[in-house]
C-alpha cells in the first residue's frame, strides 16, 4: 500500500451531491457533503475545508467529476475562494490504471477513482461495487 504524505483538498462532484475531504499528510482530517449547486455552501465549505491545509506550500486541490459544467463551476469556486486552480481528474491528470476495455466502452473517472483507490488500499485485485446513483434514485415505498 501506498504512504502518501500529500495535502490535498479532494473533490467528488456528482450530479447531486458533492463530497469534500481534507487530507493532511495523506490523512483524512475533516469532510462534508453538500448541494454542489449551493454557491454560498459551497464557498463556506471550502474555506472551512481548506483551512488545515493553509499552511502546507504544498497543499493542491483536485475535482473529479462527471459532469464537466458543474466541475467547472466548482473550479471557478476554488479559484475565487482559494486564488488557486484546481487539477481536474481525466482532464489535467490521467488516473493511474490500466484499462483493458472496448474501444466504444466508456468509463467514468469516478469509476476509475475507486478502483485505483480500492487498489491503493488492499494492493490487490478486488471487486468494487458503486451504486450511488441506484440508490439516489430508488423510489419510496
Known sequence: MANTQINLLAINLGNTRCHIGAYVA?????????DPGNATELEQALNRLFDPLSDA?????????????AAECVAEAVRKVLGMEAVR????????IG?????ETIIGEDRLLNAAAAYDRFGQACVVVDAAAALSSRSSP
Open 26 to 34: 495523506g490523512e483524512l482530517e475533516t469532510d462534508a457533503q453538500l
Open 57 to 69: 506550500d504544498d497543499a493542491v486541490v483536485y475535482i473529479g467529476s462527471v459532469n464537466p459544467q
Open 89 to 96: 481528474v481525466e482532464r489535467d491528470v490521467n488516473v493511474a
Open 99 to 103: 484499462r483493458q476495455l472496448d474501444r
